[in-house]
């Protein structure tokens, strides 16, 4: 268990794109998921930790297969690769839902609880030395699929947000960033 500062987790936390592969223990991912669910909100979230391989593959085939048909070049390149894994071959993925809604400041909302949960779920994450990354890509899987019932995506909540979580070798800190988006009217 890490011993950091909440800041230190703040300023060390950094995306993971090269799991280990190795599984998580699932008493620790139960805790980070439960830190989700302790995020601020204003709404409902549904969080859906996804261990079950087949799952996990049958998200990353579904990506693929949006991503060979978006006509776009580059993704079109990347997603031909062979090991293409746009959940980076992850052990464990938290699957952030919102219900269903055309009101667009539910929809504003539900993105909002999703950023708020996500957050929590990465800092957990570094609390129990495990890795993380926040990726918005594998909601295309869903938006085109019937994955939800094969992830228990309850009935009525579409994924918008999904953290990917796992072991990583590189434990070196975030880099530390040049931040230029702040500014003080007093
Ligand atoms: C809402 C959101 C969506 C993201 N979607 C993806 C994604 O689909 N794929 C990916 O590799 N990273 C994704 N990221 C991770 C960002 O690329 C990453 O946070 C950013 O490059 C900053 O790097 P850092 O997390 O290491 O600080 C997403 C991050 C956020 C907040």
Partial sequence: MSTLSTMDSIWMRKSCRDFTGESVDGGKLSMVATAGAYAAYSGQIQLTVVT??????????????????????LLMEKA????????????????????????????????????CAAQNIMLAAMYFDLASCCIATLDLAFHHTDL???????????????????????????????????NFRR
Avoid: M
């Fill in 80 to 115: 031909a690769q062979d090991d293409f894994s746009p959940s980076y071959h992850a052990p464990a993925l938290i699957v952030i839902s919102a219900p269903d809604s055309e009101d667009p400041t539910a929809v504003n909302l539900n993105y909002a609880n999703a950023g």
């Fill in 148 to 182: 939800n019932i094969l992830c228990d995506i309850p009935d009525g909540f579409s994924p918008i947000l999904t953290v990917a979580i796992g072991k990583e070798d590189n434990t070196s800190p975030h880099d530390v960033r040049q931040v230029k988006n702040i």
């Fill in 52 to 73: 079950n391989t087949d799952c996990i593959k049958a998200i990353d085939d579904a990506v693929k297969k949006v991503l060979l048909a978006s006509k776009n070049k």
